[in-house]
T-cell receptor, first 114, second 115 residues
Framework: NAGVTQTPKFQVLKTGQSMTLQCAQD?????MSWYRQDPGMGLRLIHY???????DQGEVPNGYNVSRSTTEDFPLRLLSAAPSQTSVYFC?????????????FGAGSRLTVL | AQSVTQLDSQVPVFEEAPVELRCNYS??????LFWYVQYPNQGLQLLLK??????LVKGINGFEAEFNKSQTSFHLRKPSVHISDTAEYFC?????????????FGDGTTLTVKP
């Protein structure tokens, strides 16, 4: 099925642990992005990429790293998890960088940091 | 810089009643406007979008929105809601003028439709 696939759906970490949230899309979209969703705060952009080898910071990048080695994949890395990173994370893609294009979202990854 | 303000965090309404979810935005550049819907435990999906042309846009499931440039608003309406419309609704804007148009979202409005 075409779309954006996120793994894992749920994850519990201890403070200081590291992990990677995976995101893959099979629509040949150039633009990919990561958002976090917190109650009452909507979606906030963490990092985004306009193509393989190109990444940039969004609104809340601290504590997160990304890379884009292929068009299909855009993993989000937490190097040393903190309780403040407890959130639901969404990966979203669109055909290119134009803001006119609609974002296609994954189903989300719920992360709890103890 | 862009910002989006959704004026109501929660909107309870009875089934078959009309509803309006309000969205105001602020931006130093021209923007595209969107409404997305999020059903429980799912990702967001597009309801409708305004790119240009007629300021009244129609979307899926009977929703429509009107772009008001002077008021910098993009309110979402439905004349008669159903139980299945219960969800969280997000207003979003994207920059027109770059090839890396970041999307900025509002805080969301939870629509609860009661029988």
């Amino acid at each position: 099925n075409a779309g954006v696939t996120q793994t894992p759906k749920f994850q519990v970490l201890k403070t200081g642990q590291s992990m990677t949230l995976q995101c893959a899309q099979d629509m040949n979209h150039e633009y990919m992005s990561w958002y976090r969703q917190d109650p009452g705060m909507g979606l906030r952009l963490i990092h985004y990429s306009v193509g393989a080898g190109i990444t940039d910071q969004g609104e809340v990048p601290n504590g997160y790293n990304v890379s884009r080695s292929t068009t299909e994949d855009f993993p989000l890395r937490l190097l040393s998890a903190a309780p403040s990173q407890t959130s639901v994370y969404f990966c979203a893609s669109r055909p290119d960088g134009s803001g006119a294009n609609v974002l296609t979202f994954g189903a989300g990854s719920r992360l709890t940091v103890l | 810089a862009q910002s989006v303000t959704q004026l109501d965090s929660q909107v309870p309404v009875f089934e078959e009643a009309p509803v309006e979810l309000r969205c105001n935005y602020s931006s130093s550049v021209s923007v595209y406007l969107f409404w997305y819907v999020q059903y429980p435990n799912q990702g967001l999906q597009l309801l409708l979008k305004y790119l240009s042309g007629s300021t009244l846009v129609k979307g899926i499931n009977g929703f429509e929105a009107e772009f008001n440039k002077s008021q910098t608003s993009f309110h979402l309406r439905k004349p008669s809601v159903h139980i299945s419309d219960t969800a969280e609704y997000f207003c979003a804007v994207s920059d027109r003028n770059t090839n890396a148009g970041k999307s900025t979202f509002g805080d969301g409005t939870t629509l609860t439709v009661k029988p």
